[in-house]
């Protein structure tokens, strides 16, 4: 088993940052890659970043040079550092991970971020 937690969501003016952190427990060593996605009223869920084991990464272009993917892997933690923030980056931000051997989802319960004009 695989479990998911964030933390860091909350509400800022545009132009702040936010820091959001995604602990992961259980099964660890299973974990191929880790992501953020977020989804907004209305809108589909759709992919932020994402960071493999070996530390490569991909952004969304509404995020680019904006945000950056981490992870501790001494503290089995994912963070997500979001600068210049735009209302539209208003969303519940989604902790996700994938089972290197089944492919299996994991998904965390979500954190709140609203930015505000």
């Known amino acids: 088993q695989v479990q998911l937690v964030e933390s860091g969501g909350g509400s800022v003016q545009a132009g702040g940052s936010l820091r959001l952190s995604c602990a992961v427990s259980?099964?660890?060593?299973?974990?191929?890659?880790m992501g953020w996605f977020r989804q907004a009223p209305g809108k589909q869920r759709e992919l932020v970043a994402v960071?493999?084991?070996?530390?490569?990464?991909n952004y969304a272009d509404s995020v680019k040079g904006r945000f950056t993917i981490s992870r501790d892997s001494a503290k089995n933690t994912v963070y997500l550092q979001m600068h210049s923030l735009k209302p539209e980056d208003t969303a519940v931000y989604y902790c996700?991970?994938?089972?290197?051997?089944?492919?299996?989802?994991?998904w965390g319960q979500g954190t709140q971020v609203t930015v505000s004009s």
């Open positions: 996700h991970a994938k089972n290197r051997w089944t492919l299996h989802d994991y």
């Open positions: 259980g099964s660890t060593f299973s974990i191929n890659t």
């Open positions: 960071i493999s084991r070996g530390r490569s990464t």
